[in-house]
């Protein structure tokens, strides 16, 4: 083992004097413990997981996971060597380096192999394009940069330290200025550990993407009519209803496409509803409130289904589950939806949940409390919907299944976080022998699960009251499968029959598959429809089986599932 000293170098034997500044404008070296764990590392990043990557994004996952394991080796050599207290012979530690070196090349040639194979089944699977021939290059070009990159970044800050400690040494005992580095760091690190840092740095961020939903996306322009938020009559100014908001108001299909649809048939325009961080409440209680205010001022409560939607973290709603029930019920609807944060869903998720989850149930409950107060024979129908960070509010308003059924009329959740618990709660106790990934429960009485909706929702062959309430969620969604427990669990999902796009060679590793399927939810939506976190025209076939009209046909469900497949070519 090396004779490393605390910045990676080793130390040199006895030897001549070198003049001063020798060698200084080299770079240091690599503590050779720390680069063996830092190859197995490499390896590792390159294991199968649930989503094909780009040669981008995989060499940024290979340098951080090179740049960790180094990390690690160079801290357990030192350890080694404190407890040891002795050096193998030169001869010796030059013929371990040797072989190490002849294990690392062969064994990184290996695993790229393996990586382009099973990269080549999966990409194969999902329909999605070939992993470019240069893309090799790319990746280890990445991979070199950002490992480089964070260990020297490390090393600045040790040797950071350390000059902290010798400035302070000049004044008191090194035993004293040792002992205040240590409670300056215990202090940084109680700082993280307590939120306090995290809050200077969430504030940063907010403030950040605060300033991105300022902006307008290309093509969405104020609304003429006064069905919808932003329009004229509106509770809500336009400039409020952030960027997602804007987005939902601009989009949707216009009179003639519905009626189109619909066989000629005259449809009315469809009711869309929105409050934005901005909108004027002084809470998410006050904007849920405004929200729901704004539902009514549209006629919402005249149509003939009203759809409460929770959106992701930046305020997003998936057009096809709001377009899906429009041509269904061409255009008789009403939507509402409410932004609760700037952040991304991601982000949202982490460090701000509770958000999503207060935002849930006050847009739900500001709305049940309008349309419980309408006669029961003119009431329209009352659907819930959201998908990813959506769904775990949505099912914020409900405390289980049965207050599912007691207030509303169906619900629809695609691609449901891990901490959903409904969801949690509902698969957990799933029927015995069915898989965690298609699980039935209670027979398919009230829930039923579908990642390919046509074949699953009829499962199983039993009786499916109403209200019915459906969570579609594909095998390789990341989103869906990530949870802490992925650290030293292995997953019933990877103990049971795979689903459809999950390849067999997919393996549990203690921390190493909690760390590849975290790395996955980035890029979990860049995939095409019925796999990852993409969920576009199954969404179809979920609604009819939820809440069709009387004279919807199967013919009319392919026909919407080809609508929703062109408008996700278009977006």
Do not use: C
């Not at 691609?415 to 509902?426: F, S, Y």
């Not at 109403?466 to 650290?487: A, G, K, N, T």
């Amino acid at each position: 083992m090396p004779n490393d000293v605390i910045d990676g170098a080793p130390e040199r034997e006895a030897g001549p004097v070198r003049p001063p500044g020798h060698r200084r404008w080299l770079p240091d070296r690599y503590a050779f413990g720390g680069l063996v764990v830092a190859v197995l590392f490499v390896w590792l990043s390159l294991t199968p997981t649930l989503l094909p990557r780009g040669p981008f994004f995989q060499g940024l996952v290979t340098g951080v996971s090179a740049a960790i394991g180094y990390a690690i080796g160079f801290l357990g050599s030192k350890l080694v060597r404190y407890l040891v207290q002795r050096e193998a012979p030169t001869h010796v530690k030059t013929m371990v380096r040797r072989v190490a070196s002849v294990i690392g090349i062969v064994g990184t040639v290996a695993i790229l192999v393996w990586f382009w194979d099973w990269q080549s089944q999966l990409r194969a699977i999902m329909s999605a394009a070939p992993f470019p021939w240069f893309g090799y290059l790319v990746m280890v070009v990445v991979a070199v940069l950002i490992y480089v990159g964070l260990v020297a970044l490390a090393r600045v800050l040790l040797r950071a330290v350390r000059w902290v400690e010798r400035k302070i040494s000049r004044v008191v005992p090194r035993r004293i200025s040792a002992t205040a580095i240590g409670v300056l760091v215990v202090a940084l690190l109680f700082a993280l550990v307590n939120g306090a840092a995290v809050r200077v740095i969430m504030s940063g961020l907010n403030n950040s993407f605060a300033a991105v939903n300022q902006e307008t996306k290309a093509g969405d322009e104020p609304p003429t009519s006064s069905l919808r938020s932003g329009g004229p009559d509106s509770l809500v100014t336009w400039d409020s209803l952030g960027r997602q908001g804007r987005s939902f108001m601009s989009r949707g299909p216009t009179v003639d496409e519905l009626s189109a649809f619909n066989g000629g048939r005259p449809a009315v325009e469809p009711i869309r509803t929105y409050a934005g961080l901005a909108s004027g409440g002084d809470s998410i209680t006050g904007n849920a409130q405004l929200a729901a205010d704004e539902l009514e001022r549209a006629g919402g409560f005249d149509r003939a289904v009203v759809g409460v939607a929770t959106t992701t973290g930046t305020g997003w709603i998936n057009e096809s589950l709001a377009s899906s029930l429009e041509y269904m019920y061409n255009g008789d609807t009403a939507m509402v939806g409410l932004q609760y944060s700037y952040l991304p869903s991601w982000l949202s998720f982490l460090v701000d949940k509770e958000r999503a989850h207060q935002a849930g149930e006050a847009l739900f409950d500001a709305v049940y409390d309008k349309w419980k107060v309408l006669p029961p024979e003119s009431r329209p129908k009352l659907v819930v919907m959201g998908e990813s960070l959506g769904s775990f509010g949505g099912e914020s308003a409900f405390g289980s299944v049965d207050d599912v059924e007691a207030r509303t009329d169906g619900v629809l959740f695609t691609g449901p976080p891990n901490a959903n618990e409904i969801w949690t709660d509902v698969t957990t106790n799933r029927d015995p022998g069915s898989p965690e990934w298609l699980p039935i429960y209670e027979q398919g009485e009230t829930v039923r699960f579908g990642a390919r909706a046509q074949e699953d929702l009829p499962r199983p062959d039993a009786p499916w009251g109403r209200p019915r309430m459906v969570y579609l969620q594909h095998p390789s969604d990341p989103i869906v499968w990530w949870s802490p427990e992925l650290l030293l669990s292995e997953p019933d999902w990877l103990k049971e029959d795979r689903g459809y796009d999950v390849l067999d060679s997919t393996q549990w590793f203690p921390f190493v598959t909690f760390l590849q399927v975290a790395a996955d939810m980035a890029v979990s939506t860049g995939v095409p429809d019925g796999h990852g976190h993409t969920y576009v025209v199954d969404i179809a076939d979920a609604w009819s089986a939820i809440l069709s009209p009387d004279s919807w046909t199967p013919t009319d469900t392919e026909r919407l599932r080809t609508t929703l497949a062109e408008m996700g070519e278009d977006g």
